[in-house]
Nanobody
């Protein structure tokens, strides 16, 4: 399995921005990658995903227009640019690699490798 390490989380005021990064231990260039989040007492939910080529993306309705997912396969890294942050965006954010090549899933059970998570806290 590929190892994933997230970074870039922190505390930000509402309306602010953060950029999350997720570095993979080896190439995942043939696999979609995604970001999920989990708030206290809630289930893990889909945030965004990007296809292996970067040409296709998918977003949860709650983040459309505010978050942007991108990837650099040469660096084995995926990013999540988060703008106009809201207190309800507060959660632990996880990156993950799709279990099957060439897909673009949105369900957590379809992803095979996960990072340890990074905390994002948005104050009002």
């Amino acid at each position: 399995q590929v190892q994933l390490v997230e970074s870039g989380g922190g505390l930000v005021q509402a309306g602010g921005s953060l950029r999350l990064s997720c570095a993979a231990s080896r190439t995942a260039s043939l696999y979609a990658m995604g970001w999920f989040r989990q708030a206290p007492g809630k289930e893990r939910e889909f945030v965004a995903a990007i296809s292996w080529s970067g040409e296709s993306t998918s977003y949860a309705d709650s983040v459309k227009g505010r978050f942007t997912i991108s990837r650099e396969n040469v660096k084995n890294t995926v990013y999540l640019q988060m703008n106009s942050l809201k207190p309800e965006d507060t959660a632990v954010y996880y990156c993950a690699v799709d279990a099957a090549p060439y897909g673009l899933g949105t369900r957590p059970e379809g992803f095979g490798s996960w990072g340890q998570g990074t905390q994002v806290t948005v104050s009002s």
